[in-house]
Structure formats: C-alpha cells, structure tokens
T-cell receptor
Framework: DQQVKQNSPSLSVQEGRISILNCDYT??????FLWYKKYPAEGPTFLISISSIKDKNEDGRFTVFLNKSAKHLSLHIVPSQPGDSAVYFCAAMEYGNKLVFGAGTILRVKS | DGGITQSPKYLFRKEGQNVTLSCEQN?????MYWYRQDPGQGLRLIYYSQIVNDFQKGDIAEGYSVSREKKESFPLTVTSAQKNPTAFYLCASSLAGGPRETQYFGPGTRLLVL
C-alpha cells in the first residue's frame, strides 16, 4: 500500500503559467516532506522541503503548501520555465525514519 | 568537485549471475543508501548504512547484499536470488543519516537481464 501518492503521472503547462503538482499521503506520523526533481539519466536533486509545523515554504519560484488535515501537499512553480521539465518526486519522512517516495509526476513545460 | 558516482551506467545480467553496482561519494558523508526505481513506482529503499561496517535492510532487501568497508564506498550486489532485477538503481548519501537531512543522489545504474 503506497503511503505517498502522486495521482497525476504527467502534467503539461505553458511557459510562464503556474505548474501545480499534487501529493497525498496516508501516514499521519509523517512530519517532514520534500520535493525532488529528476532529469533523464540523472539522479534526483533536492528542491524544497516543509516541516509539519508549517503550512507554506517558499524558495524563489517554488512554493510548497501543506494541508495536514487533508494529508495533502502541493508544489507550485511560478512562472514555469522549459528548464523545469522533469520528473518531480514527493517524499515524506516520519521522525527518525526513512524517506518514502511517491511514484513521480512528469512535468512538461511548453514554450 | 564533490558528488556521488555510480558505475556502470548500464549493466547486463545473465540468468543466475551475481552483479555488483558501484557507488562512491567524496562528500565525506557518513550515511549511504540504495534505492530501486520501477516504472510507475516511487523509489524503494533496499539497504542503508549510517556508519562504516554497519548497514540495515530497507523495505526490499531480499535478493540483495551490501558492504560498507570504507566510508566513501557502498557497493550493492544483486544476487541470483533476486528474481526481478531489471530496474533503475540509485545510490544516495547524507551527512549522518539523521532526520531532516537532505539525501544527495548519484546518476543511477540501469540493470537489464539478458
């Protein structure tokens, strides 16, 4: 049973518009969440994280929102750029434990 | 130029053969990890090590073995007992293996069965 779910396998967005990637989780003990970005033939790279004591974390064009009651988080990219085209993985951690990854969402930003 | 290197990029395995995937890091990290990625699934943890000469099983350790004789190296052996080894294998490291630490990933090795 997948504890972290990314229900959209892919997303296509026009350059300059907002990209919204969604992630749902089932384990209420998760208290730290991360987004990783992966280009083809490369390993994932850390993008942004959020602790469960916050509901928003922003870093430049990237903002992560956390809704604990809904067990949902989302990554917003504004404005989207062609270089953002990649696979985005959501990951969650229970304190002191390992990371649990979602299946990933392929983002395509069209110019 | 610090980072994680994995070799080879592609690896072919014959039936009944053991193969070893290399992972080296020069980040001076204590913790290292091996993940497996299959299509439509997230990364799943195979083994991890928080210190030299010590390692723990992850969620899908069956059919795999590891060693951690040096801080910078964490090779993964895919044994003949692993019945479905075709996958993309990712190695990662973090500073000390503690909570909230960012894991840094290598470029991966794709293993194919002949």
């Amino acid at each position: 049973d997948q504890q972290v779910k990314q229900n959209s396998p892919s997303l296509s967005v026009q350059e300059g518009r907002i990209s919204i990637l969604n992630c749902d989780y089932t384990n209420s003990m998760f208290d730290y969440f991360l987004w990783y970005k992966k280009y083809p033939a490369e390993g994932p790279t850390f993008l942004i994280s959020i602790s469960s004591i916050k509901d928003k974390n922003e870093d430049g064009r990237f903002t992560v929102f956390l809704n604990k009651s809904a067990k949902h988080l989302s990554l917003h990219i504004v404005p989207s750029q062609p270089g953002d085209s990649a696979v985005y993985f959501c990951a969650a951690m229970e304190y002191g434990n390992k990371l649990v990854f979602g299946a990933g969402t392929i983002l395509r930003v069209k110019s | 130029d610090g980072g994680i290197t994995q070799s080879p990029k592609y690896l072919f395995r014959k039936e009944g053969q053991n193969v070893t995937l290399s992972c080296e890091q020069n980040l001076n990290h204590d913790a290292m990890y091996w993940y497996r990625q299959d299509p439509g699934q997230g990364l799943r943890l195979i083994y991890y090590s928080q210190i030299v000469n010590d390692f723990q099983k992850g969620d899908i350790a069956e059919g795999y073995s590891v060693s951690r004789e040096k801080k910078e190296s964490f090779p993964l052996t895919v044994t003949s007992a692993q019945k479905n080894p075709t996958a993309f294998y990712l190695c990662a490291s973090s500073l000390a293996g503690g909570p909230r630490e960012t894991q840094y990933f290598g470029p991966g090795t794709r293993l194919l069965v002949l």
